[in-house]
């Protein structure tokens, strides 16, 4: 199926355009301290014509471990499990919020030597409402994207989190992500993925 350039997109974010419109799915998460658990995700990425894409993402649990359910009650997040003000039970029927964030995705006109010539260089700042605003850089190219924090800030009541690393790829016309973080004095490892689905209605 041919793709179709979203109406009003501004050309510098065409490399992202695949990105755009409404997804969700399944995926799991899981870290030392945190009992593996299946997770339904909703994802929007949206543009209003400017040189970027706005971001929103909310992760619901399915099932809730006990252990993960005393960090939803005590807000506990990285970027991230719930916030404090999020109850550890069902919210209109779905799971608990386990995660939510919302940013912008921007490619910069500058391209780095280490890209290829397929690559465009791309940024994305998020924000989320347990306290850390991040700031990814990366690669966008041939339906792929990597991301590596170049800056993680967080309040004084924030989650200890201290770097990032981001995998999005379309596979078969799905949304496939891959989150791995360092948190909590751990050293880089996986935390979350999922395969999202694009609403086309």
Same mark, same amino acid.
């Given at each position: 199926?041919?793709?179709?350039?979203?109406?009003?997109?501004?050309?510098? /974010?065409?490399? !992202?355009?695949?990105?755009?419109?409404?997804? &969700? %799915?399944?995926?799991? $998460?899981?870290?030392?301290?945190? @009992?593996?658990?299946?997770?339904?995700?909703?994802?929007?990425?949206?543009?209003?014509?400017?040189?970027?894409?706005?971001?929103?993402?909310?992760?619901?649990?399915?099932?809730?471990?006990?252990?993960?359910?005393?960090?939803?009650?005590?807000?506990?997040?990285?970027?991230?499990?719930?916030?404090?003000?999020?109850?550890?039970?069902? /919210?209109?029927? !779905?799971?608990?919020?386990?995660?939510?964030? &919302? %940013?912008?995705?921007? $490619?910069?006109?500058?391209?780095? @030597?280490?890209?290829?010539?397929?690559?465009?260089?791309?940024?994305?700042?998020?924000?989320?409402?347990?306290?850390?605003?991040?700031?990814?850089?990366?690669?966008?190219?041939?339906?792929?994207?990597?991301?590596?924090?170049?800056?993680?800030?967080?309040?004084?009541?924030?989650?200890?989190?201290?770097?990032?690393?981001?995998?999005?790829?379309?596979?078969?016309?799905?949304?496939?992500?891959?989150?791995?973080?360092?948190?909590?004095?751990?050293?880089?490892?996986?935390?979350?993925?999922?395969?999202?689905?694009?609403?086309?209605?």
């Amino acid at each position: 199926m041919a793709f179709t350039l979203p109406e009003g997109l501004a050309p510098e /974010v065409y490399p !992202l355009a695949w990105l755009v419109g409404r997804w &969700s %799915g399944e995926g799991v $998460v899981g870290y030392p301290g945190i @009992e593996e658990a299946p997770f339904t995700q909703e994802v929007e990425f949206t543009h209003d014509g400017g040189p970027y894409l706005a971001y929103t993402s909310t992760i619901r649990l399915v099932e809730v471990p006990d252990d993960a359910a005393a960090l939803v009650a005590d807000g506990v997040a990285t970027d991230g499990p719930a916030h404090d003000d999020v109850p550890p039970g069902p /919210v209109d029927g !779905l799971g608990p919020v386990w995660a939510t964030e &919302s %940013g912008y995705w921007r $490619v910069p006109p500058e391209r780095t @030597e280490d890209l290829t010539d397929e690559q465009h260089p791309v940024e994305v700042l998020l924000s989320d409402p347990s306290g850390h605003v991040a700031l990814y850089v990366g690669a966008v190219g041939k339906g792929r994207i990597d991301l590596v924090s170049d800056l993680i800030a967080r309040t004084a009541t924030g989650a200890e989190l201290s770097a990032g690393k981001r995998l999005y790829g379309l596979v078969e016309g799905d949304l496939m992500w891959a989150h791995d973080i360092a948190a909590f004095g751990h050293p880089m490892q996986s935390y979350a993925s999922a395969r999202l689905v694009r609403d086309e209605s």
